[in-house]
Nanobody, 124 residues
Framework: EVQLVESGGGLVQAGRSLRLSCAAS????????IGWFRQAPGKEREGVSF???????FHTDSVKGRFTISRDNGKNTVYLQMNSLKSEDTAIYYC??????????????????WGQGTQVTVSS
């Protein structure tokens, strides 16, 4: 059974940090690109950070310099380190996996598997 399980969300004050984890099972994790997405109330789901199977990374402009994505293939886990959090970072954060053949930064419909999400709330 394929699973992506996010953890590490919570309530934090603006300016502080959180680290999200995405633990994968049931597929060949090392072959997959992993993306972090977020969805705030009333807004569309948006891509935040991505990491390729060989460790190349991409971050959307709004989080560049504040968020870092990394992966540990030995633990089948991807991390999202979020620093200098802002109230506008408040959202449900999802991780997703895209397989071989997907784009360098996969579009939202290219992802094969999704987690259930973890809530991040940043208070100002």
């Amino acid at each position: 059974e394929v699973q992506l399980v996010e953890s590490g969300g919570g309530l934090v004050q603006a300016g502080r940090s959180l680290r999200l984890s995405c633990a994968a099972s049931g597929f060949t994790f090392a072959d997959y690109k992993i993306g972090w997405f977020r969805q705030a109330p009333g807004k569309e789901r948006e891509g935040v950070s991505f990491i390729s199977s060989d460790g190349r990374t991409f971050h959307t402009d709004s989080v560049k310099g504040r968020f870092t994505i990394s992966r540990d293939n030995g633990k089948n886990t991807v991390y999202l380190q979020m620093n200098s959090l802002k109230s506008e970072d408040t959202a449900i954060y999802y991780c997703a996996a895209a397989g071989v053949g997907s784009s360098w930064v996969p579009g939202i419909y290219e992802y094969d598997y999704w987690g259930q999400g973890t809530q991040v709330t940043v208070s100002s």
